[in-house]
C-alpha cells in the first residue's frame, strides 16, 4: 500500500458529526469514510490518473 499524507482539516462540528454518522453506518472510521468519498468525487470528475484509477478496482 502506498505511503499515505497527513495534513490537519479544520471541519464544522455539525458537519463532522453527520460524516462520523455516515462513516459508522458504512462500517468505516471517519478518516477512511472521507478519503473514500474523496476518491469517488476525483474519480466521477475524472481527476483520478487512470493508473490510480485501475489500482483501486
Same mark, same amino acid.
Given at each position: ?10 471541519? /464544522?462540528?455539525?458537519?463532522? /458529526? ?40
Amino acid at each position: 500500500m502506498a505511503k499515505k499524507k497527513n495534513f490537519p482539516l479544520r471541519i /464544522d462540528p455539525k458537519l463532522y /458529526d453527520a460524516l462520523q454518522a455516515w462513516a459508522e453506518d458504512e462500517f468505516r472510521s471517519v478518516n477512511s469514510h472521507l478519503e473514500f468519498l474523496l476518491r469517488e468525487s476525483a474519480k466521477k470528475a475524472g481527476r483520478l490518473p487512470k493508473k490510480e484509477d485501475k489500482e483501486k478496482e
